[in-house]
């Protein structure tokens, strides 16, 4: 089976390691958050990894090189120019569109979530939603006193888009050549009824946008067995 990850971003957020270090590359856990997701998607059955990348893709190459030293199949397409993760999926159509499905996610979420019960079924694509974790301590009130504090609970009657992803060829009819997926495809699929959406409330998933998320990250995986 085939998964496409993004990989293109600047991650600007995470400098200055990204001057030097492609986001995708930044260790975490003890290795760099590619490999996490290679591993992790190698137990589903995954063996071919299509990795979209601009900003500094060399040493994603280099790096990667053809995938062999992780027993995969890996390929390294350069965007010449940022196209957004729309754009970025829809460049790799013609090596894509065969398959019957497909994993699509982004580079640089760590999760251990089961990709078996992401299913299809008539949907063009379906989402894996986590529950939002609020980014803020929670003071709960009653009139005008405080009776207790919650630090960043899981909000679970809120659901977020985790970034990972199963697909069929239909999406690539909905595509823009330059553009985010989020906001082009998505939007479209979902008012004709064509996207699904999974719920993981017992799952871990982090994205590593930040130099706080990387040092939770890290704790995490230090502390805990993932996959």
């Known amino acids: 089976m085939k998964a496409m990850i993004l990989a293109g971003g600047f991650g600007k957020r995470l400098r200055p390691l990204t001057e030097t ?16 997701q290679i591993g992790w998607l190698k137990k589903y059955g995954y063996s ?7 900003y500094l893709a060399d040493k994603i190459i280099d790096h990667l090189g053809d995938g062999s030293k992780w027993g995969v199949e890996v390929e390294v397409v350069i965007e010449k120019e940022a196209l957004g993760t729309g754009g970025a999926l829809k460049s790799v159509e013609h090596l894509l569109k065969g398959e019957k ?10 999760t251990n979530l089961d990709m078996n019960r992401i299913l299809l079924g008539k949907y063009a694509a379906s989402l ?4 939002l974790q609020s980014p803020y301590g929670i003071v709960n009130v009653e009139g005008d006193r405080i009776t207790s504090f919650a630090e960043k609970p899981i909000l679970k ?3 977020i888009n985790s970034g990972v992803y199963k697909m069929t060829p239909k999406i690539f009819s909905y595509l823009p050549q330059n553009g985010a997926i989020e906001n082009t495809a998505f939007p479209e699929l979902a008012s004709q009824g064509m ?7 017992d799952c871990y998933w982090r994205g590593v946008d930040s130099i706080k998320d990387m040092e939770e990250v890290n704790k995490y995986l230090n502390e805990n067995k993932v996959y």
């Open 101 to 110: 499905e497909f994993a699509v996610l982004n580079g640089d979420n760590i």
């Open 21 to 36: 270090t492609p986001k995708p590359l930044i260790p975490v856990g003890g290795k760099p958050i590619l490999e996490w």
């Open 48 to 54: 071919t990894f299509i990795i979209t990348a601009s």
């Open 195 to 201: 996207l699904g959406g999974v719920k993981f409330d």
């Open 128 to 131: 894996a939603l986590t529950p």
């Open 157 to 159: 009657e809120y659901w």
